[in-house]
């Protein structure tokens, strides 16, 4: 089992930057890739930035340049700049667990609870 926290939420005019963290614990070490998903009201949650392990990252064409992933150990971090009003939404700590037992490799996606991110224009 993995818990997620995330937190750094807020309310910011345009033009403005935030700083998202999540601290992972439990079984840390079957982490694989960690990443940031959210949900504006009324639509689908979706992705926003992954990173591996190694360091690999991933990001949606509506934030790219602006929103910077990254990582240390347990913790993942989304640097949020340039913010428009449509960056308004709940915000998701998500990551990928792989172990292995008796020889099969088993995959689990954990969620952290959300951190409201509003972007006033």
């Known amino acids: 089992q993995v818990q997620l926290v995330e937190s750094g939420g807020g309310l910011v005019q345009a033009g403005g930057s935030l700083r998202l963290s999540c601290v992972a614990s439990?079984?840390?070490?079957?982490?694989?890739?960690m990443g940031w998903y959210r949900q504006a009201p009324g639509k689908q949650r979706e992705l926003v930035a992954l990173?591996?392990?190694?360091?690999i990252t991933n990001y949606d064409d509506s934030v790219k340049g602006r929103f910077t992933i990254s990582r240390d150990k347990n913790m993942v971090y989304l640097q949020m700049n340039s913010l428009k009003p449509e960056d308004t939404g709940v915000y998701y700590c998500?990551?990928?667990?792989?172990?292995?037992?008796?020889?099969?490799?088993?995959?689990?996606?954990?969620w952290g609870q959300g951190t409201q991110v509003t972007v006033s224009s």
């Open positions: 990173i591996s392990n190694d360091g």
């Open positions: 998500k990551c990928i667990t792989i172990s292995t037992m008796w020889g099969k490799s088993r995959i689990d996606v954990y």
């Open positions: 439990g079984r840390i070490l079957t982490i694989d890739t």
